[in-house]
Structure formats: structure tokens, C-alpha cells
């Protein structure tokens, strides 16, 4: 029986994939910041949105769209650029959200409440589709380890469902110990310095975007 991947190399992706799943960078930055902004759910919703964005990248890689990204790298460029500045946005909208007086910080409060499931799976969808770790590993991370004597397409199945296996892991660890932090959000001061904290890592996300694009 013929396997879909070559054991060797397929072991050696996955202690790769290991160690860049659990690296911080800009997903994890953001599940964290989900989760402490709009608790555990919204971290689940905002995980399953960057992951789809994975697996949108790896049909593209399959239809030979990923080799265009990497050969014409502007694009890729601009998407980052655009995914960044979404961050900033929402990293700026959360500190002015923080630093609101009482009663309306009390209303906004409301409204990321009320708009969190329909916006979470959004927003990490936008984060991974613009995370330049993405083209770093269809463009130099990925290709080393597929065996060019074997059908392509098992090999980025095989390949997709442990690259997203273990960013689901990392990124819901990520995103569920920053919703442990939310249990104090009825607490006036602490929910001023949270929206801060949380502004301040998506921010940080948007840098480290803009930094490795």
C-alpha cells in the first residue's frame, strides 16, 4: 500500500508545526484579546474563523493560487497591510471604549456583548487571511516537506488537518486564558485597564503583521 505522505518528512512537519503553533504572533495575540473582551465563546467562534481562513489558504495552495501569492508577493502586501489596519481599529475602538465615562462605557460594554458571536468569527477570519505567517509557510515552510513523487493534493489534506489540529489547540489555549480574565469585568477600574490591555495586544498584533509582511 502506497501511503499518502512520507513518514519521515510527515514527522518532521509536525515538530515544525509544533513549535510555530504555539509561538506567540498575531492569531494568538488576537485569541487572546477575544477572549478577555468577549469571553470563551467568542474566543471558540473567533479560533473556528482563523482556522477557516487556514483552510482557505490550503485550497488555494491546491488550485497552485498559493505559488501566484508568492510569486507576486504586492498582493500579499496589501492584504497584510489592510488586515493590520483592521486591527488597529480594533485595538483603538476597544482603548476609547476603556476610557468612556461610566454610563457609556456601561452602553458599549452592552453592545460588544450583544455583537460579539457575529463579529468574532469575522474578525479572526480577517486576522488569518492577512497573517503573513501564512505565506512564510506555503512559501517556505511547507514545500520542503512534500514529496514530489506522491499525489499532491493527499499531501495538503494530510498536511491541512495537522496544521489546523494544532493551531485549534493552541489558539483556544490562548483564547480561553484570556477569557479566564473576564470574570472581573463588573469591577469599573478593572474593566477600564482590561480594555486597555486588550486594545494594546490587538495593536500589537496589527505590529507584528505589518513587521513580518
Known sequence: MVLLVDPARYSAFLAAMFVMAITPGPANLFAIATGMEKGKGAALLGVVGMNTASLVWFVFAALGLG??????????????LAGAAYLVWLGVKSIRGALKPANAEGQA????????????????????????????????????????????VPQLVMFAAATIGMDLISMSAYGLGGAALASRMNEPGFRKGFGIVVGILLITAAGLIVARG
Open 109 to 152: 460594554l452592552a453592545g460588544v456583548k450583544m455583537s460579539s458571536t457575529r463579529s468574532a468569527f469575522r474578525d479572526g477570519f480577517a486576522v488569518q487571511i492577512a497573517n503573513p505567517k501564512i505565506l512564510l509557510f506555503f512559501g517556505a515552510v511547507l514545500p520542503p516537506f512534500i514529496d514530489v513523487q506522491r499525489p499532491l
Open 67 to 80: 505559488a501566484l501569492i508568492a510569486a507576486f508577493p504586492a498582493a500579499f502586501h496589501v492584504l497584510a
